[in-house]
Nanobody, 117 residues
């Protein structure tokens, strides 16, 4: 069973930057599409960015131009560089592998990102 560990979250002021990481124990990691999701208190978990097996990225409109997703298959790791952070980016961030609209791995603990002055 795949295990996922997210890390790198923290607290930053508006306009700040963070880079979060997702390490997954999946065999043949390189064949998986990987996505970052986020969930704020009382809200649904939303997909914010994903990267294909061929490293083609896609972004939600809310983060386009500010966030960059990348992958390092040699390290079984996906990253999310977040710039120009806004208070509305505050959430717990998770990664998973989506097949269509369904996330197929067990969820990790997530990493908390707080944007506040």
């Amino acid at each position: 069973q795949v295990q996922v560990v997210e890390s790198g979250g923290g607290s930053v002021p508006p306009g700040g930057s963070l880079k979060i990481s997702c390490a997954a124990s999946a065999i043949h990691f390189r064949i998986y599409r990987i996505a970052w999701y986020r969930q704020a208190p009382g809200q649904e978990r939303d997909l914010v960015a994903q990267i294909s097996e061929d490293a083609v990225p896609e972004y939600a409109d809310s983060v386009k131009g500010r966030f960059t997703i990348s992958r390092d298959n040699a390290r079984n790791t996906v990253y999310l560089q977040m710039n120009s952070l806004k208070p509305e980016d505050t959430a717990t961030y998770y990664c998973n592998s989506p097949v269509g609209s369904i996330a197929v791995w067990p969820w990790g603990q997530g990493t908390q990102v707080t944007v506040s002055s």
